[in-house]
């Protein structure tokens, strides 16, 4: 499948009833914003769908608003609410482990943040992907912390299906960054949207977790 206006809806439209049927799983609030991530992604994909040229939807400050938003769920929400998310499933004594990365996902959040808001931004169309100007200095920097951030608490997450979201969008971005890096924002963003259709997975596999640990954080004690 290439990429076009018409995958990114594709990809949003079908994302939002996996988003619906996470959020129905939802026993607490601490559940919530992982459960939320197939909706953010489907909202980020139809904003991208409205952005490109070919869907002629947009233009002047409206498209202008579009890629800030698309740029500002990327590089501002992400790498706040993915972390905070998996802390939160996490049991008690596992979140440490979690913890480092929400205070750098909550740095990259702010600092990206600022920069989506206040500098000139802009999209240039390459064949099957959109390449996102903006004006973030030393990329290489807050890009290699933005990974750290987003990935990396799911590959520390005791939840085998966090830790496939993770290697899924390690294996993505690895991909990705070597075959059309001019494009990586916009592509590594599908691979991860799919990939977030692992948050019903587990969504549902919670059901099989006591209610001391599913709803309290209380790790399970093992059996001798």
């Known amino acids: 499948m290439c990429f076009s206006p018409a995958a990114d809806l594709a990809v949003g439209a079908a994302l939002l009833p996996v988003g619906v049927a996470a959020l129905r799983e939802v026993r607490c609030r601490r559940e919530i914003p992982f459960a939320l991530l ?28 579009a890629v800030r938003a698309y740029l500002f769920i990327a590089f501002a929400l992400l ?15 596992a979140r440490l482990r979690v913890a480092p990365f929400v205070a750098l996902g909550a740095v990259v959040s702010a600092y990206l943040a600022v920069v989506v808001l206040t500098e000139p931004v802009g999209i240039i169309v390459h064949p099957h992907a959109l390449e996102y100007r903006h ?3 030393d990329p290489w920097v807050w890009g290699t912390l933005y990974i750290v951030a987003v990935i990396g608490p799911a590959l520390m997450s005791g939840y ?5 979201f993770g290697v899924i ?12 890096f001019q494009a990586f924002a916009s592509l590594w963003c599908v691979i991860a949207a799919v990939a977030s259709s692992l948050a019903l997975v587990h969504m549902v596999s919670r059901r099989r977790l006591t209610d001391p640990h599913r709803i309290d954080g209380v790790a399970p004690v093992p059996v001798a």
């Open 169 to 180: 969008n390690l294996v993505g971005l690895i991909v990705v960054a070597i075959i059309y």
């Open 38 to 65: 197939p909706v953010v992604f489907a909202a980020h994909q139809l904003i991208e769908a409205a952005i490109w040229p070919d869907a002629k939807m947009l233009s002047g400050e409206m498209l202008d608003l």
């Open 160 to 164: 085998p299906s966090i830790v496939a």
């Open 135 to 137: 004006g973030v200095t």
């Open 79 to 93: 790498p706040a609410l993915v972390p905070i998310a998996i802390l939160l499933l996490e049991p008690r004594g």
